[in-house]
Every structure is written in structure tokens, then in C-alpha cells.
């Protein structure tokens, strides 16, 4: 024993000088994909998600407002300039490249006769081509609008029309004196964007960020007034997350701290039994975090929240060992108490342990994380009690026998005596019954935003900015392979002339693909070919149009040489790829994925995915790829199979209450518990909160947390006021603690600490009921 | 309209600048520019591929907070129709051909430059072009060059002469030969219900 003891005595230690050595400096993780599994069955799609996520990630975007346009951009580029001098940022954008309307004509004019655009295309398969038409209109236009080639080299305007298709703009940003503006009612919108020096999820990086952004605002306010600045990125949510959950770990921590003091010193007098109570949560905790950050190398924020709410349940052994010593009065022998103590908190810590470990097999990194921090700490705080409270609590309590604990082991005695099976199952079913109700009320919700953190004020930022430049969505997209590129950008037109057809059906405003900047060959050629058939079939007849309408001879002639000779010349990506022409689109393309060639089509502006998943029909190469759907769907799985796991959980519980109390007094050990599990449920549906994931694996812990107090309660022996005082001191920091969780802005823990709250509850208010004795036929 | 760029010019050569904006003022209030104006134009280019120059007729309408209808009568009917978000061409078989503002990035700027110029938007010009006048108050000419490359490599510089109003137009095509647009009869003038109709349509 005395080997345990030192043993644990320098597990101990260590995880404590661990904890203390990191303590401003906790690896803490703050990218929500880290808690995700990976969810598509395509391995490419998971790289393109990954990819799309870096390439935005380490993004801020500014918007820069003011009713005078002048104002707004000379504020926007005095920000731009702040924020460059802050250095917090290894690249700030504000004077966009505009792509020069001359430099599209010129890189593309050489391949001008592969090039058409859709609608032309149709005009001239369809034989409707007016051609003399369109050399008019060419001619007497008067004046050029956008990127337009000359006369002599597109005469009929084709390649005016090809360029005028190209959806250079997927944004509502339009360039205005080198910046992009966006224009409303009421002013403008100037963007600045800026690249992070690191990750957004770096701490330091945050830290550093925050300020320059802060000093830089509050300067251009200063400078410009009545201009306002707007923010977005993942950068500031991820600062605000980590801001909220130190707080709110704060909050919970010190609250359960509070409670616990206030508890033990009303009931035992003394601060002893506070202070070593305290040192078993403090093992607890620190082994927790220990273990954690040695397995995995880092904490989430969700497990941080989490493990502080895991203070009121860690007490109770402590609790449970004071209580034990105050029933036993000046007869109090450390390791006699202990023996007696040891099979009750056993099976509680086992049924804890259970269910926890349960969630330890969950597919979702998150669940795992928590359930290892769980186990860890509890088992510490049950050891560190186990092995050390009795050697440090070798005196008797000086307070045996307080009038509380005189109080509650009468009322407990002659609860004990009026209660009959009856009257304990009418009880229960009339629980159940009020709150039947609710059961009606329950509402699924299983989306991915349940493990965000998104505060009103960036959330409402981030909407202003989307409208003013009419953003892209990120997280849903088309993911297009081939097996060499051609095949990939013949894909790619298949998807997209689904699209096309879409879009006339209102279905979708747009997309981006790589193949409406890099046309496949075969696309090139068959243009090409119908260029020679319907426009030209004739050389001379053309020569005589071009001529007769004005152009000179050698005009005609060039431009008909150069259609003879155009096969020659065709668009590659590669090439495509390396001009500063691809620079906005060159995300889309992933080039080599060691499977396969691969790209993405970005469609924007649907609100309905169906119809994009219907157009990817009888395309083996196109997925469609929706990482916040699979997680949604992933989550409504997980939620339903946990139904199922909670039912076996159940049984195996009552399995090991049976091992100690025999099955039929081991299931009505239960019972509370178990009525706790289907009040929780609706009563929390009437408090408005949704049912998910979370809600079950808050009820699995229900059931592994809620049977203790009956355990504790029934180990506590008859009209023990001390073992009721210690039951209902244990529940309530438990309460307190899971309570404190249910204020979370964290959508998960807000519901997990709700339904907790209800279930153990339930569970502890009808717990005495489990106390029933069970009554003869001799009996009256 | 043009009646306001002669004033620029007046006070840019007399050299007063507060004097300007007053006199500008006072100008603009007689002419409404509230009001539609409306004028024939002939339109002649010469470039260097063609073998003669192209000459087209037409009237022209310029409704504020609409946009500007450009009819060409002869030798072809053609009619352009250009407001903030779209540009439309109309064939003669009344077939459209439309191009939206929202495909082509600085569509809006190139046709708000195009509605400075037409109507005369001093304010917009300047802040697009520099600006240098020369002559004398009967007749003058104004010197437009366009302040960024953007706006070069579309549109060259441009030169307006006029006397008691702006009579030609001289623009410099970007790729060599001048375009002149010479307007006749400007006057305000309400939309008739054919134009209003165009300018409203949601095509």
C-alpha cells in the first residue's frame, strides 16, 4: 500500500509540474477541423477541403465604409498602409492588379479562333449566324466596352464575345482607381485584405494580430471620421473562441470552487476536509491535462470548458470519504472507513468509468478527447483519495454530530418508513407523465455549428462583407478528376454545361472553373472547326465581305491566313497556369493528386443542393463535395447509433450493480437513474434546447453519473444524516458545476450541460425512492 | 451639358477657382440636368485597316439616373443601350444581345466614364481624366487624358472644341485612328414613352 501510495504520490507530481510548467503557454487548439473526422469517402475530396480551407484560413478581409467614395478609399489605403507598418502581416492588399483589359486581348489573341463563346457557339451550329450582321455591329459600335480585340483581328466580334463571357468577376467588387469597391445605396465598400504571418490558430499569431488590427482601426477612425471598419476571417474567430472558452473556463472553475467551499464548510466545519477535497481535484485535473496533452499534444477548447465543468463530479469521492467520517463519529478508523467506503465508490467510479469509456469508442476526435479527460481525471481524483485521505485524515471529525446531519438522518428515517413500492412508482409515473408534453416539442438539429463558437457581433461583420462583395461559398463544392488533364477539363465541361442549363433555371447564379479560363483541346478544336464551317466555309466569299465593308485587302487576307493556320495553336493549363492571369482561380486547380488529375468547380449563389447533386448524375468523375453536410450527417448518425449504445450501456450498468446488490435491487438502483435519462429529454425540448449528438452523449453520462448518488445513498446506510448530507453535497456541485457548462456560448456544451443538469437532476431527486424496502404480504 | 464644360473651361483659363464653382453653379441651374437631353450626332472613324472611312448618323438620348440610348440610323439601324448594369445592343430585327454588368468587371466604370463624358459630369471627368483647356471663350478646346491605364488601354484621349456648346468630339482610338463624333440640335427634352420603356425594361 504504502508503495501505491508513493507511486501515485510522483504520478502526481509530475502532472502537476506539467501543468504548472505550461500554464500560460497551454497548447491549445482552436481549428474546429481538428475535431472533425475525415468524412468523405474520396481521399481527394478530404486534400480539396483542406486545401480550400488553407487558402482562406490565414485570410482577414477588411471593408472600409463612408457615404464619400473619396473618404472610403483614401481611409482604406491609410488602413492598408497601418497595417503594413504594424508587421504583423506578411502581405496586405489593397491596390489590386487590375486585370488589364489589354493584357487578357493579348495573351489569349493568339489562340482567339479556338475560343467561342456558348451562346455563339449554338448561333453558328444552329446556322442562325447573321455574319454580315455581326461585322456591322463590330464596325459602327461606337464605343468599346471591357476588354475588346481590334477590328482586324475579330472582325465579326467573336472573340469579343468569348472574353466578355469569362466570369472574370465572381464578386460584386468592381476596380475603381486600383482598389475594389463594392457599391450600395448609401456609400461604399472598399476591401482590404491581408495575408497572416502563421496560422490563425497560433495563439501568438492571434495575440499579434489583434493589436495591429486595434491600433491600425482606431488610428483610421481618428484620421477619417464617420468611416466605419468592418472585419472577418478565421483569424478573429478563432481569437474570440479561445477568449470565450479561458472565460468560461474561468467561470465554471472558480463558480465550482465556490460552491464546493461554501458546501463543505456548511457541513463539515472544519477546513480540512475542504482543503483535501480540493488537493484530489487538483491531482484530478492536472493528471487530466497530463494525459491529454501526452496523447494527443494538445487540448481543444471544447475539452478545456469541458474539464472545468468536470470539477463538481471529481469532488465527490472526497466528499463521499468526509461524509463517511463525519457518520462514524469519534469511531472513525481511517482504513476500517476506508474498507467500508472502498466497494460504493468503486462501482460509482466503475459506472462512471463505463460510460465514459463507451464515449472513448465514439468516431469523432472531440467525444474522444473529452471522455479521455474524464477518465483520467476522475480515476486520479478516486486514487488520490483512495491512497492518501485516509493517511491525512487519521483524527476523528470534531463535528460528529452537527443538527443538520441530526435533521436530515430523521427526515431520512421517516421518508424510509412511509415509503412504499406504490408510492414510488406513482411517483415516477407521474414525473413521467408532466413531462410527456415536452416529447412533442423535441426538435432535431445535428449541424456542424453546434461545435462553433460564433459570436453576434463577427457573425453580423462577416454577413455585411459577404453581401458587399457577394462571396463564394467555401464548403460546398464540385470535386472534378480525370486521369490525364485533358480528361479533367472535359469533365469539367460536362459538369459545366449542367450548370449552364441550371443557371437559366434560376437554380444557381454562377460558378468558377478552371475550363472556362483553359478550354479542353477537344472543346478547342470543335470550336475551331465550326469557326471554319459557318463563318468562313468560303475564304473568298469572306474575303469579298471583309472588303467590300471597308477593310483592306491585307487585313482580309491576315486574318484569313491566320484561321487556316490556327490549329497549331491551343491553350494548355500548364502555360495557363504560370501567367498572372490565373492568379485569382489558381486555387481551384490541384493538379497532380497522386490519384488522379483534379479540380474544383466552385458554384455559387444556390440555396438548394439538391439540384447540384442531381447534376452530377451519370458524371463518375464529379463529386460533390459538402463538409458541413457530412458532418451533419455524420452527427444525426452518431446521434441515432448512440440511442442504441445507451440502451447497452444501461444494461451493462445494471450488470455491475448486480455484482453488488443483487439484480433485482440493482435495477432499482437504477431506476432514478433511468427516469432521469427519459425526463431529460423533453424537459429540455420545452426549455427550447434542440435534440442532438450531444444530447446523448449527455444522457450517457447521465446514466454513469446519476447512479452514484444512488449508490452513495444506499451505501450511506439507514438514517445516516451524514450519508444524505454527503449524497446532496455531491449532487449539488455536480449540479453546480454542469449547471455552470449550460451557459456556454458553445452551442455543444450549452446542450450537453442542459440536458446533464435535468437527467442527474431527476436522478437525485428520486434517488431516496431507490431506499424502498421492500414490503411482505406480512406486512400492513 | 456641354454648356457646363464650357465654363470649366472659361474659369480654367481666367484662373479663378472659387469664382468657378459659383459661376459653374449658376450655369448649371440654366441648364436642367434633371431633364433628358437629346441630340443627332454623325459619327465618323478612321483606322488604319480600313480602306475608307465609316460613317453613321443617328440621335442620341441621355436620361440622368437611366442611362444613354445611342440610335444609329444610317447606313444601319443599330441601337445601344448603356445604364449602370448592362450594356444592350439592338439589332435591326429588334434581336438584343445583352451584356451585364456583373460578368464584366469595370463595365459599370467604363460606362459611368462614357455617361460623364455624354452628360457632361465635370465632377466624374475630372476624376477620371486630366483635364487642360485651350482657346478662347467663342471657341474652345478641351483636352481629356485618362488619368490610369486601365482606362487607356480603352479609351485614348479624347478632344472636345466647341463654341456656345460643344460641337465635335475627337476620340483616339487605342489602337490607332480616331473615331469623331460631331452632335447637332442638343436640347432638353422629355423621354418619349418607346424610350422609357427601353430604359426600364428588366432584360
Keep these: ?780 | 451639358m456641354l454648356t457646363r464644360l464650357l465654363a470649366l473651361v472659361v474659369l480654367v483659363v481666367a484662373g479663378n477657382v472659387r469664382a468657378e464653382s459659383v459661376l459653374l453653379d449658376s450655369i448649371a441651374s440654366r441648364f436642367d440636368r434633371q431633364q433628358p437631353v437629346r441630340a443627332e450626332f454623325t459619327q465618323e472613324k478612321r483606322i488604319a485597316v480600313l480602306n475608307r472611312p465609316l460613317q453613321s448618323d443617328g440621335r442620341f438620348v441621355y436620361s440622368p439616373g437611366h442611362g444613354i440610348l445611342w440610335h444609329i440610323d444610317h447606313p444601319y439601324r443599330l441601337t445601344y443601350l448603356l445604364t449602370d448594369s448592362r450594356v444592350v445592343e439592338i439589332g435591326p430585327d429588334g434581336r438584343r444581345h445583352t451584356r451585364s454588368g456583373r460578368d464584366m468587371p469595370g463595365l459599370t466604370q467604363a460606362t459611368r466614364v462614357l455617361r460623364a463624358i455624354l452628360g457632361a459630369d465635370v465632377k466624374r471627368l475630372a476624376e477620371h481624366f486630366n483635364l487642360s483647356a485651350t482657346g478662347a471663350p467663342e471657341h474652345w478646346t478641351l483636352l481629356l487624358v485618362p488619368r490610369t491605364p486601365q482606362l487607356g488601354s480603352v479609351l485614348g484621349k479624347l478632344q472636345i472644341q466647341g463654341g456656345d456648346y460643344a460641337e465635335n468630339i475627337d476620340i483616339e482610338e487605342t489602337q490607332g485612328g480616331v473615331t469623331r463624333i460631331r452632335f447637332y440640335h442638343l436640347r432638353n427634352a422629355p423621354l418619349e414613352a418607346d424610350e422609357r420603356a427601353l430604359f426600364e425594361s428588366r432584360e
Excluded at chain 1, 472610403?72 to 498602409?81: E, I, L, M, V
Excluded at chain 1, 460546398?476 to 442549363?501: A, D, I, P
Excluded at chain 1, 471597308?550 to 487556316?564: H, N
Design chain 1, 1 to 780: 500500500m504504502n508503495l501505491m501510495r508513493r507511486l501515485w504520490a510522483v504520478v502526481a507530481l509530475v502532472c502537476i509540474a506539467v501543468v504548472v510548467l505550461l500554464a500560460n503557454r497551454l497548447p491549445l487548439q482552436t481549428n474546429l477541423l481538428a475535431l472533425l473526422p475525415a468524412t468523405e469517402r474520396n481521399p481527394v475530396a478530404e486534400q480539396a477541403v483542406a486545401r480550400l480551407a488553407d487558402t482562406t484560413s490565414d485570410q482577414a478581409v477588411f471593408l472600409i465604409e463612408h457615404s464619400d467614395p473619396r473618404i472610403a478609399k483614401s481611409a482604406a489605403r491609410h488602413f492598408a498602409n497601418r497595417l503594413r507598418d504594424s508587421k504583423a502581416f506578411s502581405a496586405v492588399l489593397d491596390v489590386f492588379p487590375l486585370p488589364d483589359p489589354s493584357t487578357l486581348v493579348s495573351y489569349y489573341r493568339p489562340y482567339r479562333f479556338g475560343l467561342l463563346a456558348v451562346s455563339d457557339r449554338e448561333t453558328l451550329e444552329t446556322g442562325q449566324m447573321d455574319v454580315f450582321q455581326r461585322l456591322t455591329r463590330k464596325l459602327y459600335r461606337p464605343f468599346p466596352i471591357g476588354p475588346s480585340a481590334s477590328l482586324a483581328d475579330d472582325p465579326f466580334g467573336l472573340f469579343d464575345d468569348w472574353l466578355a463571357s469569362l466570369p472574370l468577376r465572381s464578386t460584386r467588387l468592381e476596380p475603381d482607381d486600383g482598389l475594389l469597391v463594392s457599391r450600395n445605396g448609401n456609400g461604399v465598400h472598399v476591401l482590404v485584405t491581408a495575408k497572416l504571418d502563421g496560422s490563425a490558430f497560433d495563439s501568438k499569431v492571434q495575440r499579434r494580430t489583434l493589436t495591429a488590427v486595434e491600433a491600425s482601426e482606431t488610428d483610421t477612425a481618428r484620421r477619417f471620421t464617420g468611416v466605419s471598419l468592418l472585419r472577418t476571417g478565421a483569424v478573429f474567430y478563432a481569437a474570440a473562441a479561445r477568449e470565450t472558452a479561458e472565460k468560461e473556463t474561468d467561470r465554471i472553475g472558480l463558480g465550482s470552487l465556490a460552491g464546493i467551499g461554501i458546501l463543505m464548510l456548511l457541513m463539515f466545519r472544519s477546513p480540512r476536509p475542504l482543503l483535501l477535497a480540493v488537493l484530489s481535484v487538483a491531482v484530478g485535473l492536472s493528471v487530466a491535462i497530463a494525459t491529454v496533452i501526452g496523447l494527443h499534444g494538445e487540448l481543444h477548447l471544447i475539452t478545456l470548458v469541458f474539464g472545468a465543468s468536470l470539477i463538481g463530479e471529481a469532488v465527490d469521492y472526497a466528499i463521499q470519504f468526509f461524509a463517511a467520517r463525519a457518520a462514524a463519529g469519534p469511531a472513525w478508523n481511517p482504513d476500517a472507513g476506508l474498507k467500508k467506503l472502498l466497494p460504493g465508490l468503486g462501482v460509482a467510479l466503475a459506472t462512471s468509468a463505463l460510460c465514459y469509456g463507451v464515449l472513448l469508442l465514439a468516431p469523432l476526435p472531440a467525444i474522444r478527447q473529452i471522455a479521455l479527460f474524464a477518465l483520467a481525471g476522475l480515476t486520479a481524483a478516486f486514487a488520490t483519495v483512495v491512497l492518501w485521505l485516509p493517511g491525512m485524515s487519521q483524527r476523528p471529525a470534531r463535528q460528529a454530530q452537527t443538527p443538520l446531519f441530526s435533521m436530515l438522518g430523521r427526515a431520512l428515517t421517516a421518508f424510509r418508513e412511509r415509503l412504499t413500492p406504490g408510492l414510488g412508482l406513482a411517483a415516477v409515473l407521474i414525473l413521467l407523465v408532466i413531462t410527456a408534453p415536452g416529447w412533442f416539442y423535441l426538435r432535431l438539429d445535428d449541424d456542424i455549428r453546434l461545435l462553433m463558437h460564433r459570436p453576434a457581433d463577427l457573425l453580423a461583420q462577416e454577413e455585411i462583407i459577404r453581401k458587399s462583395i457577394g462571396a463564394v461559398q467555401e464548403n460546398q463544392f464540385f470535386l472534378v478528376e480525370g486521369k490525364t488533364q485533358q480528361q479533367l477539363l472535359e469533365n469539367e465541361e460536362k459538369l459545366t454545361t449542367r450548370l449552364r442549363r441550371m443557371v437559366t433555371k434560376g437554380e444557381l447564379a454562377g460558378w468558377q472553373a478552371v475550363s472556362d479560363f483553359v478550354p479542353s483541346q477537344k472543346h478547342q478544336a470543335e470550336n475551331l472547326e465550326a469557326i471554319r464551317r459557318h463563318v468562313s466555309p468560303d475564304p473568298r466569299v469572306t474575303k469579298k465581305l471583309l472588303e467590300d465593308n471597308g477593310l483592306t485587302a491585307e487585313t482580309a487576307r491576315k486574318w484569313l491566313d491566320e484561321l487556316a493556320n490556327a490549329q497549331e495553336k491551343k491553350l494548355t493549363p500548364d502555360a495557363w497556369l504560370l501567367s498572372p492571369l490565373s492568379m485569382p482561380s489558381r486555387h481551384l486547380w490541384l493538379g497532380n493528386t497522386g490519384h488522379s488529375y483534379a479540380a474544383v468547380v466552385a458554384p455559387s449563389g444556390f440555396t438548394d443542393t439538391a439540384p447540384l447533386a442531381a447534376a452530377m448524375a451519370g458524371l463518375p468523375e464529379v463529386t460533390f463535395v459538402d463538409k458541413a453536410g457530412s458532418v451533419s450527417d455524420l452527427f444525426a448518425g452518431l446521434r441515432r447509433l448512440g440511442i442504441g449504445w445507451l440502451v447497452v450501456a444501461s444494461a451493462l450498468v445494471w450488470l455491475v450493480l448486480s455484482r453488488r446488490y443483487g439484480a433485482r435491487p440493482g435495477l432499482v438502483t437504477l431506476a432514478p437513474t433511468l427516469v432521469g435519462m427519459l425526463i431529460a429529454p423533453p424537459v429540455s425540448a420545452l426549455l427550447g434546447v434542440p435534440f442532438s449528438l450531444f444530447s446523448v452523449m449527455a444522457l450517457m453520462l447521465v446514466l454513469g453519473i446519476g447512479v452514484n448518488y444512488t449508490i452513495f445513498l444506499r451505501e450511506g446506510g439507514d438514517g445516516n444524516g451524514a450519508a444524505l448530507a454527503g449524497v446532496l453535497a455531491s449532487a449539488a456541485t455536480t449540479l453546480l458545476s454542469f449547471g455552470l457548462l449550460a451557459f456556454s456560448s458553445v452551442s455543444a456544451l450549452h446542450r450537453f450541460g442542459t440536458t446533464l443538469a435535468i437527467g442527474i437532476g431527476a436522478a437525485v431527486l428520486l434517488s431516496p425512492i431507490a431506499l424502498v424496502k421492500k414490503r411482505g404480504p406480512a406486512c400492513a
